[in-house]
């Protein structure tokens, strides 16, 4: 995945573990990250090259991030190349989030940046849960560790969202 980021890129990373695995994986090439996470912002903090951006905002213990208008706030104001998310599942066209804390930043972040990077596996895939949070089409790439199936690689061909194995 790390491929497609390129130099003064900005982008952002929700506060998932799935983000969290990825930000480990950024090379320390000129860039912006931005999260709500202080786990990835603090893990990014040592990477002489990567500037790190915290949203700010009201700050949530149980997910170590920062939640609220404030942090939506920023996200609009930002120039984001790529956001990078993941949810709880994805079934009939749509991205699904069990959590509605999460909702409204991932929405911002899907509204606000000129790439979407949505990162699952194979669990998640033909799983509703209960919210939905987007349609699928709202994202350009789907990043999976096994080809989803026919129906769901027809919907992405349809709808111009490239998948990457």
Request: contains cysteine; proline residues 4%.
């Amino acid at each position: 995945m790390v491929k497609h980021l390129f130099p003064e890129a900005t982008i952002a990373l929700d506060a998932s573990s799935t983000a969290w695995n990825v930000a480990q994986r950024i090379p320390n090439i000129p860039c912006k990250v931005v999260s709500s996470s202080m786990r990835i912002i603090y893990s990014l903090s040592h990477q002489p090259h990567i500037e790190t951006i915290a949203t700010g905002g009201v700050y949530v213990e149980k997910y170590n991030a920062f939640y609220g208008p404030l942090s939506e706030q920023l996200l609009s104001r930002l120039k984001i190349d790529i956001a990078i998310i993941s949810c709880t599942g994805v079934a009939d066209g749509a991205i699904w989030e069990s959590n509605e804390v999460n909702i409204a930043f991932k929405r911002k972040l899907l509204a606000n940046s000129k790439q979407v990077f949505l990162l699952v596996d194979h669990s998640k895939l033909e799983r509703k849960d209960r919210f939905k949070m987007a349609d699928l089409s709202e994202v350009d790439k789907l990043f999976v560790n096994q080809l989803p199936s026919q129906a769901l690689q027809n919907y992405c061909k349809q709808n111009s969202i490239d998948i990457v194995l």
